[in-house]
């Protein structure tokens, strides 16, 4: 048996804009999806989501039947095509990350079913190898994915993340600070976030490129403001970059009201975090100011959680 976990993650400034090719900034946080590979005695692949309360079955010459497993379909396929043999399984999925809620749940739990499932078949592969993989599983749930997600899923820390050119690991330091996220309680699908966005670029280009422009300087800024430790300009920043987000028609009024519940409150910075929509809201405050900006968000919202940057990325638990 082989326990693999992955992280969620927040991005603190730069979504949508990455999906241009602009750069965006995002980090890991300390809620983890967790899969749990075994081989089989026969050539069936049975999996199971604790979260969804579902499960689904096939063989090399089969389908899943549930769309909710097709990515991880995928990911099987690659990892036993690099075996030269087919292997049964058994794969469970418990995921702590919130479904659609922009803190990339299908994307941790792409990356640790690609950890768990390679170490179970005795594969050993690179991190980049691993967040590959995961990319490609992100397709099938997200169209046209920036990347962003699997890549901070498995490497962990905080990244600046640019589409054309990769990522590169940001050397900070969160402590003293906290992200506080609360949940709108709307659902809401990235996908079609994403393309509704693309439409309205497409439709008022001259107008819309300088905005993805702005963003992209903003995100140069938000970097050097972590580098140097500065968290009032990071939250400067994130207000900033909420606006642009609302200029692009992905906020409404419920997530207005939690990020401006959330400054009123103290909050550095407040925004929306994913795909927008709904969702969730994510705010910055420094340990002493947290519980304070989280009391202000559990009277608008049903779910409010306090979380630490988490440094690490995808491993193996046991």
Request: proline residues 3%; hydrophobic residues 45%.
């Amino acid at each position: 048996m082989v326990l693999a976990s992955a992280p969620a993650k927040v991005i603190l400034v730069g979504e949508h804009f990455v999906v241009e090719n602009e750069p965006a900034i995002a980090v890991a946080i300390d809620l983890r999806a967790y899969v749990t590979a075994t081989k089989r005695d026969d050539d069936l692949v049975f999996l199971k989501s604790l979260n969804l309360g579902i499960t689904d079955s096939f063989r090399e010459s089969e389908s899943v039947k549930l769309r909710e497993f097709k990515p991880l379909e995928v990911i099987i396929r690659e990892l036993e095509r690099r075996t030269g043999s087919w292997i049964g399984l058994n794969i469970v999925i418990n995921s702590k990350i919130p479904v659609a809620a922009g803190m990339g749940s299908s994307a941790a739990i792409a990356v640790a079913s690609t950890l768990a499932i390679s170490r179970i078949l005795g594969l050993e592969l690179s991190r980049g190898e691993v967040s590959s993989i995961a990319y490609e599983a992100e397709k099938i749930v997200h169209g046209k994915p920036s990347g962003i997600d699997n890549t901070i899923s498995t490497y962990g820390g905080a990244i600046v993340y640019r589409k054309s050119e990769g990522f590169i690991s940001l050397d900070c330091n969160f402590s003293g600070y906290k992200l506080i996220l609360a949940d709108s309680g709307i659902p809401r699908s990235t996908g079609e976030m994403v393309a509704k966005v693309r439409r309205l670029k497409s439709k008022y280009p001259k107008v819309m490129d300088p905005l993805y422009h702005s963003a992209g300087r903003l995100t140069i800024e938000a970097a050097r403001a972590l580098r140097d430790g500065d968290f009032i300009k990071l939250g400067e920043l994130m207000n900033i970059n909420h606006g642009l987000l609302s200029a692009i028609g992905v906020s409404n009024e419920k997530l207005e009201q939690l990020v401006y519940a959330a400054r009123k409150a103290g909050a550095l910075g407040a925004k929306i975090t994913g795909a927008g929509g709904g969702g969730y809201i994510v705010a910055l405050a420094s340990d002493d100011i947290a519980d304070r900006v989280a009391n202000a968000l559990k009277s608008l919202s049903k779910r409010v959680i306090i979380s630490s940057v988490s440094k690490e990325g995808a491993r193996v638990e046991q």
